[in-house]
């Protein structure tokens, strides 16, 4: 019942854009249980021995920037690397994995080479994995960097990347190609509870009610991972607001992302590079769908505060947001 514009995002917030809570709750839980399951094929001889201190839950979800309907969840699962297994760097972002013995015996290295190929392993997991009965199917990912297991009685998908953690403290996973790539998501998820903190727990609520917007696909649609990043480096060296009010700070955000979307986006990580690949026409489009979100968001503010109209605020607000942004139900 949207009477007030803070009441209208309260609702909002909970009833649209973030997950719900015992749905999350369950899914933590199916999540463990997945990873103990394939622990317990660790070491079995059409499968591989897993160094569970090292598996790592990644993406959005373990973010905790995922917003509705959750539909998928990471997680990489780490091979223990033996001995006589070694790891090299080919170039172009790209790492070449040693195939042991056992790799091959099995038939995992590349033609007959003595690399380890990660499509292979990929499908060495799904092949384990469709054995487990709570769940309807495993496939390649579309990406081909990952296994993609279905469950029976719950909507959301398991996103499965095989890993390796080397040496150089990093990880190594597959490049969808039969190569590997580096990769280290404890550094976006450090940084991510880092930066909320320092804004008191706010700002996770609003990357995604941020990523709600961009879904809406009024223009060329951002990455959610590159939008996380272009966000966190707004937050990352502001001074806390006194008072946190989530529609200034997304009205805010619209505006400084209509300027940042024609700059470089780097990988906090280092090892992707500039993010931004958008053509100079399509940051041009971009930038103006956030410009024009940000100037009804404006207005919505000024009918709020200067002309304390609730209705038309709230009326303007769902211009910007969508027909799910609650209608006004006062008098």
């Known amino acids: 019942m949207a009477t007030t514009v803070n009441g209208a995002f309260t609702e909002f917030m909970n ?56 539909d998928d969840i990471d ?13 090299s760097y080919v170039g172009d972002g790209i790492y070449s994995m040693g195939a042991n013995q056992t790799d091959k015996n099995n038939g995992l290295n590349t033609n007959e080479t003595n690399d380890l190929n990660s499509t292979k392993v990929i499908n060495r ?24 297991l279905k469950l029976k009685s719950y909507d959301w998908n398991f996103d499965i990347v095989p890993c390796f953690y080397c040496k150089g403290d990093f990880y190594l996973i597959p490049d969808g190609k039969g190569n590997w790539k580096k990769t280290d998501p404890r550094i976006d998820n450090q940084r991510i509870t880092a930066i909320n903190q320092e804004h008191n727990g706010n700002l996770l609520a609003l990357i995604r009610l941020v990523k709600y917007w961009n879904n809406r696909r009024i223009t060329h649609t951002i990455g959610s991972y590159m939008l996380e990043c272009m966000i966190l480096e707004r937050y ?44 100079y026409s399509e940051k041009v489009k971009i930038s ?10 404006s207005e919505a503010t000024t009918l709020e505060t200067s002309n304390k109209d609730q209705k038309s605020a709230i009326k303007k607000w769902g211009e910007v947001l969508g027909d799910y942004f609650p209608k006004y139900t006062g008098v």
Not at 15 to 21: A, F, Q, R, T
Not at 77 to 86: E, G, L, V
Not at 130 to 140: F, I, P, Q, T, V
Not at 259 to 264: E, P, R
């Open 15 to 70: 009833n649209s854009v973030n997950l719900d809570m015992t749905q999350t709750q369950t899914a933590r839980k199916s999540r463990d249980n997945l990873l103990s399951n394939i622990k317990s094929f660790s070491g079995d001889d059409d499968f591989f021995s897993i160094n569970g201190s090292q598996c790592l839950n990644f993406g959005s979800f373990a973010r905790r920037t995922k917003l509705r309907p959750l």
């Open 75 to 87: 997680m990489m699962i780490c091979i223990a690397a033996s001995d006589d297994r070694k790891y």
């Open 125 to 148: 997991f799904i092949s384990k994995l469709s054995d487990l009965n709570d769940y309807r199917k495993a496939e390649m990912h579309k990406n081909h960097e990952a296994a993609t």
């Open 236 to 279: 990352e060296n502001m001074i806390t607001p006194e008072k946190w009010w989530i529609d200034l700070q997304f009205r805010d955000t619209l505006n400084h992302l209509s300027s940042a979307i024609y700059y470089s986006v780097n990988d906090p990580k280092g090892i992707q590079g500039d993010m931004n690949t958008f053509s």
């Open 288 to 297: 103006e769908a956030l410009k024009n979100a940000y100037d009804k968001a």
